[in-house]
């Protein structure tokens, strides 16, 4: 079998092991990156293609005469048109779960930081302040201990779960929402009844027509002055607009996201102006320890293995 894998450099920094993945195929083509004008080149003759971004639409899928396995090296399946694929005999797998214990330790990372004014306490002790300090230490900046307060989730699959395991390690109470117009249940708490009450809400529910601007004026205007937004899910789930204008307003006390609603954000993003206080902001990372990504590649292989036995694992058509 000959694997083609268009964006390697997506998944790998040099620090990932691939020896797995070159075994599971008698010819393996590793390209860093693929343009749209290339794709059909570098797979017209794969029996396999590996995608995470690179789009493999129908029309590649129908000139790929040898195609018969398309791996994505993530959890999203929208760089593959399914339909077509099935319709070609094509079977397409994802990977999935990979990333959990990393996103739950950036979560409980952006919520520590907020909570303590990290950055405000190492920017202060680099520009000189703690030298001048009439006393012995800074507490310039407000410290809140996670112990005793209040983190609501919104999104309680294997990710919020492993969240709420995590807090309650901190000693926090966990209160799990539910989205609007879903059914009730007695171990959930409406989405407007939630907001009130939480010290912190941590977003870990996908981006649908349900959930986008989920989180806008209205949501900030039910919160505490003193609560905290964490959004490592998707971009969009949080109006941009409002957030901003939260934190300029101290409508809440800070926030944190790992995703904006365009990514790279190539032409700028309300949420970048650099005063918007009480807002870190990291480039949709918290998925991509070493760990994780190896994962992938360790999935990819099963994934593959499977294929040959016949047998189906995480395949998406």
Sequence with gaps: MKAVFLDYESLDKNDLD????????????????????????????????????????????EQCQNLKLILISATGTNSVDLVAAKSKGVVVCNCQGYGTSAVAQHTLTLMLTLATSL???????????????????????????????TLGIIGYGELGKAVAKLAEAFGMNVLVGTLPNRPQSADRIPFKQLLPQVDFLSLHCPLTDET???????????????????????????????????LLNGEIAGAATDVLTVEPPVDGNILLNADIPNLLITPHSAW???????????????????FKQGQSLRQVN
């Design 18 to 61: 691939f020896s797995g993945l070159k075994s599971a195929f008698d010819d393996l083509e590793l390209y860093p990156a693929t343009s749209s004008d290339q794709v059909l080149a570098q797979v017209q003759n794969a029996d396999v293609i590996i995608t995470n971004k690179v789009v493999v639409d129908a029309s590649i899928i």
């Design 119 to 149: 950055l405000k306490y190492d920017r202060a002790v680099k520009a000189g302040q703690w030298n001048t300090s009439p006393i012995f230490c800074l507490l310039d900046f407000p410290i809140v201990e996670l112990s005793g307060k």
């Design 212 to 246: 986008r601007d989920l989180i806008d004026q209205q949501a900030f205007d039910l919160m505490k002055r003193s609560a905290f937004l964490i959004n490592c899910a998707r971009g969009g789930i949080v109006n941009e607009q409002a957030l901003a204008q939260a």
């Design 288 to 306: 991509g320890s070493v760990d994780a990504r190896q994962r992938i590649v360790q999935q990819m292989v099963q994934n593959t293995q499977a």
